[in-house]
């Protein structure tokens, strides 16, 4: 009895290698096509430490927005990454900065404050639409415009808390990873 179940998985075994073959031939085959042309490219990883203390990892990558401040600036400027060494972020338009004249990073959140502006613009708007096809006065609706303007407010701080915000510190540690294996071994 054991024989024949030894002899009946083989055969299934075989049988089933038969026809994986040519799918893991195909799929071989179109993995090296379609990615022929790739490339390793560079990480620029950030630990940092949050307000309680927890090691906190992100990643930037190139040809990826970069939004930051630097010492003595208001405002966040927001770049394309190109490339990057280990002091340095080289952006698409040519502009070169330091990593260690960084103040802070601001990394985008979500998108839910463009709901928010919508709502306030389009709530009057809809309250004016129904006054003037009802033929209610006055058309223009006090009330309407305060809501609006509340959900204008409440869409200003939603935009604020939605994107985080990393003020770097000593502890802050930037490294640039270039994982290029293929002229690990070649001289320059």
Do not use: W
Not at 11 to 34: D, E
Not at 38 to 65: A, C, H, I, W
């Amino acid at each position: 009895m054991h024989r024949v179940l030894c002899e009946t998985h083989n055969l299934c075994t075989s049988v089933l290698k038969f026809r994986n073959a040519k799918i893991k031939f195909a799929v071989l085959s179109l993995f090296i096509f379609l990615f022929s042309n790739s490339f390793s490219q560079k990480v620029l990883d950030m630990n940092y430490y949050s307000f309680f203390g927890k090691e906190k990892t992100f990643q930037f990558f190139p040809n990826r927005e970069f939004s930051y401040k630097l010492k003595g600036q208001m405002f966040c400027k927001t770049k394309t990454i190109a490339n990057m060494t280990d002091s340095l972020i080289i952006f698409t338009d040519e502009s070169i900065i330091r990593i260690d004249k960084i103040k802070g990073i601001k990394i985008k959140g979500g998108n839910f404050s463009n709901y928010l502006f919508g709502a306030a613009t389009l709530f009057p708007f809809l309250d004016i639409v129904n006054n003037v096809a009802f033929d209610r006065r006055p058309i223009v609706n006090e009330r309407a415009l305060k809501v609006g303007g509340i959900i204008l407010a409440a869409g200003l701080v939603v935009n604020y808390i939605q994107d985080k915000h990393i003020h770097i510190r000593k502890s802050t540690t930037f490294r640039v990873f270039d994982p290029d294996y293929e002229h690990l071994n070649a001289k320059k």
